[in-house]
Every structure is written in structure tokens, then in C-alpha cells.
T-cell receptor, first 111, second 108 residues
Framework: NAGVTQTPKFQVLKTGQSMTLQCAQD?????MYWYRQDPGMGLRLIYY???????DKGEVPNGYNVSRLNKREFSLRLESAAPSQTSVYFC??????????FGQGTRLTVV | EDQVTQSPEALRLQEGESSSLNCSYT??????LFWYRQDPGKGPEFLFT???AGEEKEKERLKATLTKKESFLHITAPKPEDSATYLC?????????FGTGTRLKVLA
């Protein structure tokens, strides 16, 4: 099993450019999550999807949009990237009330 | 407001020097308290889930405990390979949030 797969692994954007981070899971989980991780800040929840067809804001949603394309896939879009969005982004999935499984992360630099 | 707070931010131990990491959380809506280990450049890896006060889980040199407001990750006789960031997470039915982590360095 691949678990949670994120693409790309690395990306450099110019300020104002847009991009979509992709996430797919093969564990038949209902819930999926996007986090960002900055030095000293732990994991901060951007958006989550409790189940296919639903999305909710997390702790730091500004500047991001998400799409739950189907049960397997949950994408994160930056419409107009800013240097403050330079971070490592993690996708995760789980069944409610159980532990989450994480992807390996996407390192994004906005210059 | 839903919150998870971890302390200390960083901890340096000599090999064999036991210690504890702390995680405090807002009680409402708790559906599990989760501990993860994260190595540099990698995603978090699951260690333990605790669901009710008084519960304890152990794995090698690690033991996690839960009270009504806090969880502790006890590290007994640590080795250099235990060096990592340890994250505490609070699970709601759907929402899943984390603290800022404790960076542990174990010196040989």
C-alpha cells in the first residue's frame, strides 16, 4: 500500500503565481486534512474534509482553497502565492476517532 | 477555543537520562489524544492513541499517559536514535489539531 501520496515533493513559485498541491490516499479513509509546518510552529490545520463532498476551515485557511475531488483525493490550491506561504505542507487521512496517516510533505518556497 | 500546548519546546538529554514531555489540551470534544514522532524531512509517524483518563500505552523506551487535562510522554533511558520532534495531537470526531512539538536531542 502506498498510503498517502503527495505531489510535488518540492516547488518554487514566484509571488503571485498559482499552483495546486495534490494528495491521494488508498486506505479508504473518509477524512482528509491539509497542514502547514513552519519552524517552531508545529502542524497548523489549513482545511479538512470530514467526508467526500464536505470541506471545513481549519486554523489558518486564508489564502488557500481546497477541493475534495472524490474519496481518494484532496487538493490544496494557492491562487496567488505569497512569501508568507513558504512552508512544508502535509496531507493526512484517517477514519474518524482514529490516528491519522501522513504523506511525506511538499516543500514550497515562494520568492 | 480548541487548543493543544506542548512543553518544553526543546529538550537535550544525555543518553540514559530519563525525562517527560508534556501535552495539555482543551477538554471539550476530545475523541482521542495522539502522539507522533517526526524525523527531519519526513512526515509524522504514529506512536500512541489514548482515549480516557488513566489510560497508558508503552512501546520500547516510550510510555504515554493521559489525565483529564494533560498527557505525558515518558522516555526511559533514551538513546541517540530517540532524537526527533514529538508531536501531540487532539482528535475530535473530524477535526484534528496539533501542538507545536518538542524537539528532543539525546546526546551519546
Amino acid at each position: 500500500n502506498a498510503g498517502v501520496t503527495q505531489t510535488p515533493k518540492f516547488q518554487v513559485l514566484k509571488t503571485g503565481q498559482s499552483m495546486t498541491l495534490q494528495c491521494a490516499q488508498d486506505m479508504n479513509h473518509n477524512s482528509m486534512y491539509w497542514y502547514r509546518q513552519d519552524p517552531g510552529m508545529g502542524l497548523r490545520l489549513i482545511y479538512y474534509s470530514a467526508s467526500e463532498g464536505t470541506t471545513d476551515k481549519g486554523e489558518v485557511p486564508n489564502g488557500y482553497n481546497v477541493s475534495r475531488l472524490n474519496k481518494r483525493e484532496f487538493s490544496l490550491r494557492l491562487e496567488s502565492a505569497a512569501p508568507s506561504q513558504t512552508s512544508v505542507y502535509f496531507c493526512a487521512s484517517r477514519t474518524p476517532n482514529t490516528e491519522a496517516f501522513f504523506g511525506q510533505g511538499t516543500r514550497l518556497t515562494v520568492v | 477555543e480548541d487548543q493543544v500546548t506542548q512543553s518544553p519546546e526543546a529538550l537535550r538529554l544525555q543518553e540514559g537520562e530519563s525525562s517527560s514531555l508534556n501535552c495539555s489540551y482543551t477538554v471539550s470534544g476530545l475523541r482521542g489524544l495522539f502522539w507522533y514522532r517526526q524525523d527531519p524531512g519526513k512526515g509524522p509517524e504514529f506512536l500512541f492513541t489514548l482515549y480516557s483518563a488513566g489510560e497508558e500505552k508503552e512501546k520500547e523506551r516510550l510510555k504515554a499517559t493521559l489525565t483529564k487535562k494533560e498527557s505525558f510522554l515518558h522516555i526511559t533511558a533514551p538513546k541517540p536514535e530517540d532524537s526527533a520532534t514529538y508531536l501531540c495531537g487532539k482528535g475530535g470526531t473530524y477535526k484534528y489539531i496539533f501542538g507545536t512539538g518538542t524537539r528532543l536531542k539525546v546526546l551519546a
